[in-house]
């Protein structure tokens, strides 16, 4: 007589598992999907962004914009903002960063990612791509067209005559 007690009470707690396991199969790509798409989101349209300054203005006017080789065959693009002045895009491979340029006091280009998340440095002779919330690099050795003509020209003074 316990068996048939005994086996129903097993049926019933497989078919209990069975549909527990199934709802959550199905909850979890909904989950990753709404999460998903709220990244994308959030890397599609930062917030508004604040009108620049006439400092950022002029500065945004001294980036060298374009492509720049770096090391490990990786490169670096930068835009100007289509939808507000005086800020920046910067794509490296799939990320892509809405940039504040700031010009440093000594004489260095600051492309400040408006999210935190990246510093891109350019120097007279090459750029840098920061990781802020890690302090690491990203890239380094990134070398515009124009940045190469100044390491040449610099070399060239060098060289005794």
Do not use: W
């Amino acid at each position: 007589m316990r068996t048939p007690l005994i086996r129903a009470a097993c049926i019933a707690s497989s078919a209990l598992l069975a549909l527990s396991l199934a709802h959550a199969a199905e909850n979890k790509p909904v989950k990753k999907k709404k999460r998903a798409a709220a990244a994308a989101a959030a890397v599609a349209a930062p917030a508004a962004l604040a009108a620049a300054t006439p400092e950022q203005l002029q500065a945004a006017e001294n980036v060298l914009y374009g492509t720049s080789d770096c090391e490990f065959k990786q490169s670096v693009d930068l835009a100007m903002n289509a939808t507000t002045p005086g800020y920046v895009d910067l794509k490296f491979g799939k990320k892509n960063y809405v940039m504040k340029p700031v010009l440093s006091t000594t004489g260095a280009m600051r492309l400040e990612d408006v999210r935190g998340e990246a510093l891109y440095l350019q120097i007279a002779n090459k750029s840098m791509l920061m990781n802020v919330k890690t302090g690491q690099r990203m890239v380094d050795e990134c070398v515009h067209e124009k940045q190469r003509e100044a390491a040449q020209a610099l070399k060239a003074a060098a060289t005794p005559q």
